[in-house]
């Protein structure tokens, strides 16, 4: 039996990654975890350490395409859509094909599993639903990285207006934004179809995905028990109040978020002259 005082968290992508570094953070804390991946054989390291008490582990497979709703212990008040992929490739080469691919796994997928929770959080009038995003939604003028960063900020964006749909149910949504961190996740792979024109690219992309691979990165560890932290209100979240809407993860999501937010300023300021005035006077602005 799960008391009210612990959590019961469901997990995707919880195999690897900051996936199964969350998975450590919240049994550390005596919390409950279902955790999913597309293979059992996936869990195998995490089903032999004898450092989790098992008792509070669930693992299962799972396709973000036919997602199921509360199980095993009765509730989910913790929802974290973690489960993504990344590809690369020169955005005229993927094709709307290869963009799909990442758009069904980062974005069509969470919607899908967050769709199947939260009939049973509106009923209860009470869950956290976590999106792990990218700050490549805000440094995506990278070359090669269109299908990616496309991905995450129509997650960031449907995070975004979900959590002002589900306020009257008392269901908080949170968009956490990572920076770099060392795990498998940093090795994606070129895909698309090589077109003339483009060898330039491919070459880049071909040299520059290895050498981010090698650059110093977070500690997963680290940025997943700080968002344990932002949901459960201790450690270092504590006295910041309820989570936030945007949880930034890292020294350099933080950098890339403030230069886009820069550049959009700077962009609007020198060119307000010639969008302004354009039959709406500002003091009948209503939405």
Same mark, same amino acid.
């Given at each position: 039996m799960v008391s009210s005082t612990t959590r019961v968290w469901f997990i995707t992508g919880a195999s690897a990654g900051l996936g199964l570094a969350l998975t450590r953070s919240v049994l550390a804390r005596g919390d409950y975890v279902i955790a999913t991946a597309r293979s059992l054989e996936s869990f195998e390291e995490l089903l032999e350490d004898i450092s989790i008490d098992q008792t509070r582990l669930r693992v299962l497979t799972l396709d973000t395409t036919r997602a199921r709703g509360p199980h095993?212990?009765? @509730?989910? *008040? =913790?929802? =974290? &859509? &973690?489960a993504g992929t990344m590809t690369y490739g020169a955005s005229e080469e993927l094709g709307a094909e290869g963009v799909m691919r990442d758009m069904q796994t980062n974005f069509v997928g969470p919607m899908n599993v967050t769709n199947a929770v939260l009939p049973h959080m509106r009923s209860r009038r009470e869950g956290t639903v976590v999106f792990v995003g990218s700050r490549s939604a805000y440094r995506n003028q990278m070359i090669g990285m269109a299908s990616y960063s496309a991905s995450k900020a129509a997650l960031h964006s449907y995070g975004e207006t979900l959590a002002v749909e589900l306020e009257p149910f008392s269901v908080r949504v949170i968009v956490t934004v990572p920076g770099g961190f060392k795990t498998n996740f940093n090795a994606p792979t070129r895909v698309g179809t090589p077109l003339e024109g483009y060898e330039g690219v491919r070459d880049f992309m071909d040299k520059a995905v290895p050498m981010y691979v090698k650059i110093p990165k977070g500690d997963p560890a680290l940025g997943m028990d700080a968002l344990v932290d932002a949901v459960r209100g201790e450690g270092r979240a504590a006295g910041h109040g309820p989570p936030p809407l945007w949880l930034f993860l890292g020294e350099d999501s933080m950098r890339d978020v403030r230069l886009r937010s820069e @550049?959009?300023?700077?962009?609007? *300021?020198e060119w307000k002259d010639v969008g302004s005035n354009l039959g709406l006077p500002v003091e009948r602005l209503q939405l």
């Open positions: 095993t212990w009765g @509730r989910i *008040d =913790v929802l =974290v &859509n &973690n @550049r959009l300023q700077a962009t609007m *300021d």
